[in-house]
């Protein structure tokens, strides 16, 4: 009898720990969600619904200048992250042989400078040695090293796991390299990929810290969002980190979704461990 | 030769995986390349695929120099241990993979893979992917891709390994069926003796990288040509001892008197095997010890079904002997005369050479 009521208890702590620290990740969140729908956004409670605050950011022109730029950042800085991981993986697990581990800490480094720091050192590298401009090509290079890092360790996981030998079996049978990557790797990687590229995005396309510095004059939603606060919190700030996290949860969705239709898998080991 | 290895060797490191091999393979030939794991026969077999590149010597097939092409423009196939069929592949698409390569118009690919399917009986699994076919099935199916674009050679890395007992059986004899229908040449790499006795032409014992004899399949069984072969190619009782004086007996380590085929010279130290089924047993009649008679009692019976294992207790040492069912059965505990002909005898040097 004791015993069932203490594990019960424990039971019910664990439960509450749960609630609340779900609680503390989500309450700001929401909060911001309710007050973007609210005439009374700053304490929508109860709310009085009403769409006023996206009105008001869709209306404006410098949001959508900096919704669409933000948008191409974003796109680029992941294309390029997820590109160069991708290959630097390969020649990683490829070709690195002993020397892989050294190249994958060099490789991952910049995930522990600070984001401030990548900024600025690009700022000065890109004015000096590149004679770049501050605009969306800088900021989208200084968002791709950034990224690179998470990409690769996304990509590392997926490719871990992946049967090299699959690409000797394709070349066997006759595939060149490269239509062994596109017709054997590629199909068997691609949610690796994927992955990468979808928090290489959300991560470049909120990014403030180091777009800050590389963008010169080029309006982004983190940086309009950034010099609008000398305002106070504006209605449409509510808005946007609404609409904002409604992309980034709907791209999460979308991944979710593929895995759990079995469209996308994490990793391919021989097919026999399944067979009968 | 229609395949011709010429002195090749890899090197990892500074390990020869494979050291200076140079064999010939026919064209309608299956062999087989038998070895312990490790033993670099795999590594062999990834050389003349292309997969690996020797770090020295040449490899030819069909008379052109290969040794430098990638594995996609050399023409032949392989079969994989754990098979390797593409998971997001059905077992249609897998079949025409090779086909598609080779860029045969669709009617072709079409009727080549509706033969491999009849002569592998895959049909109604077409459809079906991968995973959601029997170990067999997979077998079949990475055979059917292996021999669907008529390669110059079939290479077959261990692909019965993963296979239970009875479904092996089943597949030596189809594979070596295929192997004779289609005329080329397949070159088969196992640790399993039986597998490569029961298919093969010939057999290469490979070890540490070396060929230690290249020989028909019954030569290699029944004059094995080192001490290694001996070991590794079937079961045998190993014997240690000096060459008497008079050059004609051998008194061995454990006590036992041999007389041999042919005289050395005396005092020389010797190893010899008998292969366990040439251990004839009797009934001790009381007679006692004498050249090739060896008195013995029954530790042990294990039955294996046609035949039965003999455990003999000789002085302090165990013999094993291998009698068919049909000759008269012994029991635990009876004492037994083990004899062998002089001709049953495979000796060698310590250093596992045949005397010369």
């Given at each position: 009898m004791h015993a069932t009521l203490k594990k019960r208890l424990g039971k019910y702590a664990l439960l509450a720990t749960l609630v609340v620290s779900y609680l503390f990740l989500y309450l700001p969140i929401l909060h911001i969600g309710l007050g973007s729908f609210a005439k009374n956004h700053t304490f929508p409670y109860p709310p009085r619904w009403t769409l006023d605050t996206f009105g008001r950011l869709f209306g404006n022109s410098l949001y959508q200048t900096a919704f669409f730029n933000s948008l191409l950042l974003g796109i680029g800085a992941a294309a390029l992250a997820t590109l160069l991981a991708a290959a630097a993986t390969l020649g990683l697990m490829r070709h690195a042989g002993q020397r892989a581990g050294l190249y994958l800490t060099l490789f991952i480094a910049?995930?522990?400078?600070?984001e401030v720091l990548v900024g600025i050192a690009s700022l000065i590298f890109n004015g000096l040695v590149l004679e770049l401009q501050g605009n969306l090509v800088s900021a989208i290079l200084a968002n791709a090293v950034h990224g690179f890092s998470y990409a690769l360790l996304i990509i590392a996981t997926q490719l871990y796991r992946y049967d090299w030998r699959l690409d000797d079996a394709a070349m066997v049978f006759g595939a060149s390299p490269s239509r062994t990557f596109f017709e054997v790797t590629l199909p068997l990687i691609w949610p690796g990929l994927l992955g990468a590229f979808i928090v290489t995005f959300i991560m470049a396309f909120n990014n403030l810290e180091i777009s800050f510095y590389l963008l010169g004059a080029t309006p982004t939603l983190p940086s309009v969002a950034w010099g609008a606060l000398r305002y106070g919190v504006k209605p449409e700030l509510y808005a946007l980190a609404t609409a904002v996290n409604l992309v980034v949860v709907l791209g999460l969705g979308l991944m979710f979704v593929l895995m759990l239709t079995g469209r996308a898998s994490f990793g391919h080991r021989p097919e026999r461990e399944r067979a009968v | 030769m229609y395949i011709t290895l010429d002195g090749v060797s890899r090197q990892y490191g500074s390990i020869w995986a494979v050291d200076r091999v140079t064999m010939g393979i026919g064209k309608n030939e299956f062999v087989s390349l038998l070895?312990?794991?490790?033993?670099g026969k795999t590594t062999l077999l990834r050389i003349i695929a292309g997969l690996e590149k020797p770090t020295t010597g040449r490899v030819l097939i069909d008379g052109e120099d290969v040794t430098d092409l990638p594995p996609h423009k050399r023409g032949v196939a392989m079969v994989f241990q754990e098979f390797l069929l593409f998971p997001h592949r059905t077992v249609h698409e897998n079949l025409a993979f090779p086909l598609r390569m080779m860029k045969l118009p669709a009617a072709e690919i079409a009727e080549r893979v509706a033969w491999v399917v009849g002569i592998l009986s895959l049909?109604?699994?077409?459809?079906?992917?991968?995973?959601?076919?029997?170990g067999g099935q997979q077998q079949r199916v990475a055979l059917g891709r292996g021999l669907v674009g008529r390669p110059k050679a079939l290479l077959l890395d261990e692909p019965l390994a993963n296979l239970d007992r009875e479904l092996r059986q089943e597949m030596e004899v189809e594979i070596r069926r295929h192997q004779t229908a289609l005329g080329i040449p397949f070159i088969y790499v196992t640790h399993n003796q039986e597998e490569a006795l029961s298919m093969s032409d010939r057999i290469a014992v490979v070890r540490k990288g070396r060929i230690e004899d290249f020989a028909a399949r019954t030569d290699i069984y029944d004059r094995p040509r080192t001490a290694f072969i001996a070991q590794f190619v079937g079961r045998s009782n190993r014997f240690e001892g000096v060459v008497e004086a008079?050059?004609?007996g051998i008194a061995t380590r454990c006590g036992a008197a041999l007389s041999l085929p042919a005289a050395l010279p005396p005092g020389r130290e010797v190893q010899l095997f008998v292969k366990n089924e040439k251990l004839r047993l009797e009934p001790d009649d009381g007679a006692g010890a004498g050249p090739n008679r060896l008195p013995c009692t029954v530790k042990d019976v294990i039955l294996r079904g046609a035949y039965a294992d003999y455990i003999l207790a000789f002085g302090d040492r165990e013999l094993n002997a291998s009698r068919p069912r049909s000759e008269r059965a012994f029991l635990a505990g009876e004492a037994v005369i083990a004899r062998l002909e002089p001709g049953d005898i495979d000796l060698f040097d310590t250093d596992g050479e045949r005397p010369s």
């Amino acid at each position: 009898m004791h015993a069932t009521l203490k594990k019960r208890l424990g039971k019910y702590a664990l439960l509450a720990t749960l609630v609340v620290s779900y609680l503390f990740l989500y309450l700001p969140i929401l909060h911001i969600g309710l007050g973007s729908f609210a005439k009374n956004h700053t304490f929508p409670y109860p709310p009085r619904w009403t769409l006023d605050t996206f009105g008001r950011l869709f209306g404006n022109s410098l949001y959508q200048t900096a919704f669409f730029n933000s948008l191409l950042l974003g796109i680029g800085a992941a294309a390029l992250a997820t590109l160069l991981a991708a290959a630097a993986t390969l020649g990683l697990m490829r070709h690195a042989g002993q020397r892989a581990g050294l190249y994958l800490t060099l490789f991952i480094a910049p995930l522990f400078v600070a984001e401030v720091l990548v900024g600025i050192a690009s700022l000065i590298f890109n004015g000096l040695v590149l004679e770049l401009q501050g605009n969306l090509v800088s900021a989208i290079l200084a968002n791709a090293v950034h990224g690179f890092s998470y990409a690769l360790l996304i990509i590392a996981t997926q490719l871990y796991r992946y049967d090299w030998r699959l690409d000797d079996a394709a070349m066997v049978f006759g595939a060149s390299p490269s239509r062994t990557f596109f017709e054997v790797t590629l199909p068997l990687i691609w949610p690796g990929l994927l992955g990468a590229f979808i928090v290489t995005f959300i991560m470049a396309f909120n990014n403030l810290e180091i777009s800050f510095y590389l963008l010169g004059a080029t309006p982004t939603l983190p940086s309009v969002a950034w010099g609008a606060l000398r305002y106070g919190v504006k209605p449409e700030l509510y808005a946007l980190a609404t609409a904002v996290n409604l992309v980034v949860v709907l791209g999460l969705g979308l991944m979710f979704v593929l895995m759990l239709t079995g469209r996308a898998s994490f990793g391919h080991r021989p097919e026999r461990e399944r067979a009968v | 030769m229609y395949i011709t290895l010429d002195g090749v060797s890899r090197q990892y490191g500074s390990i020869w995986a494979v050291d200076r091999v140079t064999m010939g393979i026919g064209k309608n030939e299956f062999v087989s390349l038998l070895g312990p794991s490790g033993s670099g026969k795999t590594t062999l077999l990834r050389i003349i695929a292309g997969l690996e590149k020797p770090t020295t010597g040449r490899v030819l097939i069909d008379g052109e120099d290969v040794t430098d092409l990638p594995p996609h423009k050399r023409g032949v196939a392989m079969v994989f241990q754990e098979f390797l069929l593409f998971p997001h592949r059905t077992v249609h698409e897998n079949l025409a993979f090779p086909l598609r390569m080779m860029k045969l118009p669709a009617a072709e690919i079409a009727e080549r893979v509706a033969w491999v399917v009849g002569i592998l009986s895959l049909g109604g699994l077409e459809k079906r992917y991968p995973n959601q076919l029997s170990g067999g099935q997979q077998q079949r199916v990475a055979l059917g891709r292996g021999l669907v674009g008529r390669p110059k050679a079939l290479l077959l890395d261990e692909p019965l390994a993963n296979l239970d007992r009875e479904l092996r059986q089943e597949m030596e004899v189809e594979i070596r069926r295929h192997q004779t229908a289609l005329g080329i040449p397949f070159i088969y790499v196992t640790h399993n003796q039986e597998e490569a006795l029961s298919m093969s032409d010939r057999i290469a014992v490979v070890r540490k990288g070396r060929i230690e004899d290249f020989a028909a399949r019954t030569d290699i069984y029944d004059r094995p040509r080192t001490a290694f072969i001996a070991q590794f190619v079937g079961r045998s009782n190993r014997f240690e001892g000096v060459v008497e004086a008079g050059g004609q007996g051998i008194a061995t380590r454990c006590g036992a008197a041999l007389s041999l085929p042919a005289a050395l010279p005396p005092g020389r130290e010797v190893q010899l095997f008998v292969k366990n089924e040439k251990l004839r047993l009797e009934p001790d009649d009381g007679a006692g010890a004498g050249p090739n008679r060896l008195p013995c009692t029954v530790k042990d019976v294990i039955l294996r079904g046609a035949y039965a294992d003999y455990i003999l207790a000789f002085g302090d040492r165990e013999l094993n002997a291998s009698r068919p069912r049909s000759e008269r059965a012994f029991l635990a505990g009876e004492a037994v005369i083990a004899r062998l002909e002089p001709g049953d005898i495979d000796l060698f040097d310590t250093d596992g050479e045949r005397p010369s």
